[in-house]
């Protein structure tokens, strides 16, 4: 069986009011739109893909987020190209979002471009553009390092 895509990501957050305002500024930003909306979760859908975003249980909220703990390492946003990836960063420098490291090439695949910036809680997004079907392709091989 072939998926067809992943159809939402769920992030849970401490701080919902600081998130919330975040999220919705880059769902905009995206134009994602939004589907679900309360008090205590939001919902945005667009290109695809949708995230939700809800508040930690009250025993949770005192807590932050660790990129290298069990769970969630990071996602990513797929751009329809490069200029995709300098719009973005723009935005971010002007919502004055935590960034991790400017637009850079990678090498992850051949003419991979992205961002790396962090919500409020620190959870970490990336947006890349990668030219063609890029790591999609199953014909594809990463290279490999050397020890």
Same mark, same amino acid.
């Given at each position: 069986?072939q998926m067809?895509?992943?159809?939402?990501?769920?992030?849970t %957050?401490?701080?919902f #009011?600081?998130?919330? +305002?975040?999220?919705?500024?880059?769902?905009?930003?995206?134009?994602? #739109?939004?589907?679900?909306?309360?008090?205590?979760?939001?919902y945005?859908?667009?290109?695809?893909?949708?995230? %939700? %975003? #809800?508040?930690? +249980?009250?025993?949770?909220?005192?807590?932050?987020?660790?990129?290298?703990?069990?769970?969630?390492?990071?996602?990513?946003?797929?751009?329809r190209?490069?200029?995709?990836?300098?719009?973005?960063?723009?935005?971010?420098?002007?919502? *004055?979002?935590?960034?991790?490291?400017?637009?850079?090439?990678?090498?992850?695949?051949?003419?991979?471009? +992205?961002?790396?910036?962090?919500?409020? *809680?620190?959870?970490?997004?990336?947006?890349?553009?990668v030219?063609? #079907?890029?790591?999609?392709?199953?014909? %594809?091989?990463?290279?490999?390092?050397? +020890?």
């Open positions: 069986m067809n895509g992943i159809a939402h990501i769920g992030i %957050v401490s701080n #009011k600081k998130c919330n +305002s975040f999220y919705r500024q880059l769902f905009e930003f995206l134009e994602m #739109k939004l589907i679900y909306d309360t008090d205590e979760v939001i945005g859908v667009g290109s695809r893909t949708g995230i %939700v %975003v #809800k508040e930690a +249980s009250a025993e949770f909220q005192n807590q932050t987020f660790e990129q290298n703990r069990i769970g969630l390492h990071h996602y990513c946003f797929r751009a190209c490069k200029q995709d990836i300098d719009e973005l960063h723009k935005f971010l420098q002007k919502i *004055d979002a935590v960034i991790i490291h400017r637009p850079e090439e990678g090498s992850w695949a051949r003419g991979y471009y +992205s961002v790396l910036f962090e919500d409020p *809680d620190g959870i970490r997004i990336e947006a890349n553009f030219p063609g #079907k890029g790591n999609l392709d199953p014909t %594809v091989t990463l290279p490999r390092e050397v +020890s």
